[in-house]
């Protein structure tokens, strides 16, 4: 909820207030979720995916009885990202009233693009629709697998904890955003949360004509070629043989060898849950802010324990993002300094 009402307010500058919505279940969220499983079959057969892009969303939602439980699930997020579009499209001085730029304010000036020419219809609602998915399940499944990692040590979230008051004394003075990066331990929890993010998709790159050396062989140019980011971030090679533990002081003992020689850390240069290179994430920075603000607020505002999800709950398929088939994560949050559990 809280990185989907952030990438809409970056993208159309119309927070949906998804925050707010009962059980945090905003249509537009179930809609997303349930239509995950829909998106390997259509990058694997392309055909089908251009004839269900090809029928109007708002066609379908008009024809189908009951359409917002009844149609398919993709159609209803194609619908709702439409209707945020439109009103964009239909009145754009509106986004003269938000409060900063938005991707829309440079995807709508046509002084933006080397044609001089605004994208269509139809590509302006694929970047829209590709900007949602990825600005809002990205950032999300990284604050749900820290939590989840979190919550089963509760001494590191009391080192956290302590480490924000030393920044974050009276909880209704929120501290800076640079106040935040620079908090060692805070730092580094996030960094394993990214380092445990759930995604299995090779991130692909075409070969230059004249070939290149990869891993000791020649590959032809022309070839495409891809790493998935687990083949890095759970490689025994790169993080010792507990690669596969979440323990966010490896990164304080590799800054602390880095400051010994007088260099940068050793594992930040494995890192890469936004890839790397001239096609690597464009949202990173905005990702870093949400990551440091969620994780922060959450352990200052509340004792946080896990409310019966279990590992298998924690399970996840690949479907480009992660799919969650089983219960999703719930915990207890109890306000500091208070008796009352939410």
Known sequence: SYTLDTIMCFTFGNCINALDAPAFSDPLILAMDASLRMLPFMKNFPMIRELIFAVPPALVMR?????????????????????????????????DNVPHETLFHRMLDPECYRSKEVLNMTEL????????FAG???VADTLLMGHWHAMQNQTLLT????????????????PSLT???????????????????????????????????????????GTVVGMAILHVHQSAEVWGKDALVFRPERWLE???????????SELDHWLVPFSRGPRMCFGMNLAWAELYIAFATMIRHFDLTIDGTTEEDM????????????????AWCRPVGSGNMT
């Open 63 to 95: 024809l189908i009885p009951n359409a917002q439980k009844l149609a398919p699930r993709l159609y209803q997020v194609r619908d709702l990202v439409q209707q945020q579009l439109q009103v964009v499209l239909n009145c754009p001085s509106k986004l």
């Open 125 to 132: 609602h694929d970047e829209g629709f590709t900007l949602i």
């Open 136 to 138: 809002a399940n990205t």
């Open 159 to 174: 080192q956290l904890r302590s480490e924000l008051l030393t920044i974050w004394p009276d909880v209704e003075k929120q």
């Open 179 to 221: 106040d935040l990066e620079n908090l060692p331990l805070l730092t580094a929890t996030i960094k394993e949360s990214l380092r445990f993010i759930p995604s299995g998709v090779s991130l692909t790159r075409v070969v230059p004509p004249g070939g290149a050396m990869i891993s000791g062989k020649h590959i032809p140019g």
């Open 254 to 264: 590799s800054a602390e060898q880095a400051n010994s020689r007088n260099g940068k």
């Open 315 to 330: 399970q996840w398929r690949e479907c480009i993002a992660a799919y969650y088939p089983n219960r999703h994560l719930h």
